[in-house]
């Protein structure tokens, strides 16, 4: 069997590549969730022809990518070598995003804005704990 070393070369190198793993993940998940939810607001009256609605459909999009940028930027700060941990804490970004795909698209019922605004901070809480507990190795 043949194992590497563990010298500080070979962890600073996981960890960038893992940063750069954590970046993607989190990138291609808010895409898809924003992209979900974006599926589910009415637009007929919107009003896209107009000077500013780019700035709001970016506040539209605020609520969806709010767990998913505070997350990358704390997972950046706390992220460690193991890749056991590292695969832990993707595992628990696709189970979030997924459960949270699925409660916009009504597979749990009909869901109230105000519920949906709550679930997004607790999925925010949600990641910030699992990066806590999996990634933040001392």
Do not use: C
């Amino acid at each position: 069997m043949n194992v590497e070393p563990r010298g500080p070369v070979l962890q600073y190198e996981r960890i960038v590549i893992h940063r750069r793993l954590l970046a993607w993940t989190h990138t291609v998940l808010a895409f898809i969730v924003a992209l979900v939810y974006l599926s589910q607001i009415d637009f007929s009256h919107f009003a896209y022809w107009r000077l500013g609605s780019g700035l709001g459909i970016t506040f539209m999009l605020g609520p969806p990518l709010f767990p998913y940028v505070l997350s990358a930027i704390h997972s950046r700060k706390v992220v460690t070598d193991d890749r056991v941990r590292l695969a832990g804490f993707i595992l628990v970004l696709i189970v979030g995003s997924v459960l949270m795909g699925l409660l916009l698209r009504g597979a749990f019922g009909s869901v109230g804005k105000v519920t949906v605004l709550f679930l997004f901070g607790l999925q925010t809480f949600m990641y910030m704990w699992a990066a806590e507990l999996l990634l933040h190795v001392e």
